[in-house]
């Protein structure tokens, strides 16, 4: 996939990224959620996905939708529109079998923006500095 999917984690946040076998699950989640946040959607995408294939969230279709959503943004970021446009339809259907909410995560914030990013993409938006949308927990733009 090259190089350019994996983005360089340094200091504080590469040391959080490596001790996270150390935190519990929604600890995790929420380490999750602020890299997503500040652009490392490659690393929440591995950290969700530890979670989905290990975790007490095992095959959670809302779990899935979220490692997809991270996924696409970094197949947005590499240019690659497609790959993007198609995860984040594999994301809506995920999300269309769930309803609540996830480690604090409201189901439908997340339908929300996942909508948002389609239309972004839709209306040839490029991805910019940064993922378009912020993922939240308790209504907390970020986990710290």
């Known amino acids: 996939m090259g190089s350019r999917v994996r983005e360089r984690l340094t200091g504080d946040w590469l040391a959080r990224y490596e001790s996270r076998g150390s935190l519990d699950e929604s600890q995790r989640f929420a380490l999750g959620v602020d890299l997503f946040n500040n652009d490392a959607a490659w690393h929440a995408h591995e950290i969700w996905e530890e979670l989905w294939q ?11 939708a979220l490692i997809q959503l991270a996924a696409s943004m970094v197949h947005w970021r590499n240019k690659n529109r497609h790959g993007a446009y198609t995860l ?8 269309a079998q769930e309803q609540g909410s996830i480690f604090g995560s409201q189901i439908s914030e997340i339908k929300e923006k996942t909508d948002k990013v389609l239309m972004l993409l839709d209306a040839g938006a490029a991805y910019g500095d940064g993922p378009p949308v912020r993922l939240e927990i308790d209504g907390e733009g970020t986990a710290a």
């Open 88 to 95: 984040l339809h594999r994301c809506r259907g995920n999300l």
């Open 54 to 64: 290990e975790g007490s969230r095992k095959r959670s279709a809302a779990l899935q």
